[in-house]
């Protein structure tokens, strides 16, 4: 396995897998990087390099996921790439997926079961996905910003937030996932309606990326930040 390092061409990243273009944007990043390296660019716009490098190899590289690497970072790295991560999903694939639903309906001429069955799957699917984010957004992810700044600053902790979990606060992801692998499967398996192959296919497309793009997303949700944040809320508690 050949990871990227920081004296990569940032270009080159985009060349093995465009599927890192997205990912390389939460950083800030945009296009038109010259030659310029990785260590180049994170250095001029002050980004964390460790940190970038394992995010983008963790991505490219479906079994490298170095838990040690990433526990070392500070959560707010990683609720800052994650908060990134939810507005990609809601401002890009989310409006994208909807157009590109509208569109397949569109050029059916019968509007069958089967068409219908995914138009209501999907609603479902987005209304989950939009309330796991918020909550996310709203709930969980403050929480872990008041309790690494007890950590890191010496914030004292609210008398409420002494009694909170992360284990309890951040719920099962596998339901978002999973559904999201449902609704891939019910196009490519039931999907008989007389609709426009081109249409279907980008809509499918869309599906297989944001599935990965969400299982990389859930990994670093349940496996970095919620042992992470346990770690300290047990410290805190020991220290009382
Ligand atoms: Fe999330
Ligand atoms: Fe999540």
Redesign the pocket.
């Known amino acids: 396995m050949k990871l990227f390092t920081s004296e990569d061409k940032l270009s080159r990243v985009v060349t093995d897998n465009y599927h890192l273009l997205p990912v390389i944007n939460r950083f800030g990043i945009r296009l038109g990087f010259g030659d310029a390296t990785i260590g180049e660019i994170c250095a001029e716009r002050d980004i964390h390099v460790p940190f970038f490098l394992v995010i983008i190899n963790a991505f490219h590289h479906p079994d490298y996921f170095p838990k040690s690497e990433f526990l070392k970072f500070s959560p707010r790295l990683i609720v800052d790439y994650l908060r990134h991560t939810h507005q990609y999903y809601l401002s890009g694939v989310v409006p994208k997926m909807e157009k590109q639903l509208e569109n397949l309906v569109e050029s059916s001429q019968t509007n069958t079961e089967d068409l219908k069955l995914i138009i209501l799957f999907f609603r479902k699917y987005k209304s989950e996905l939009l309330y796991?984010v918020k909550d996310?957004e709203d709930s969980v992810f403050p929480y872990v910003l008041r309790i690494t700044a007890a950590y890191e600053d010496g914030v004292p902790l609210s008398e409420e937030d002494w009694g909170k979990s992360i284990e309890t606060y951040e719920k099962e992801?596998s339901d978002v996932d999973e559904k999201m692998t449902d609704l891939k499967n019910l196009v490519i398996k039931f999907l008989k309606a007389d609709y426009n192959d081109n249409l279907c296919n980008d809509f499918l497309i869309t599906l297989f990326r944001f599935e990965r793009d969400l299982i990389d997303h859930?990994r670093i949700?349940d496996k970095i930040l919620v042992p992470m944040i346990t770690r300290i809320e047990n410290i805190l508690k020991n220290d009382q």
Request: hydrophobic share 0%; net charge negative.
């Open positions: 796991h996310e992801h859930s949700e």
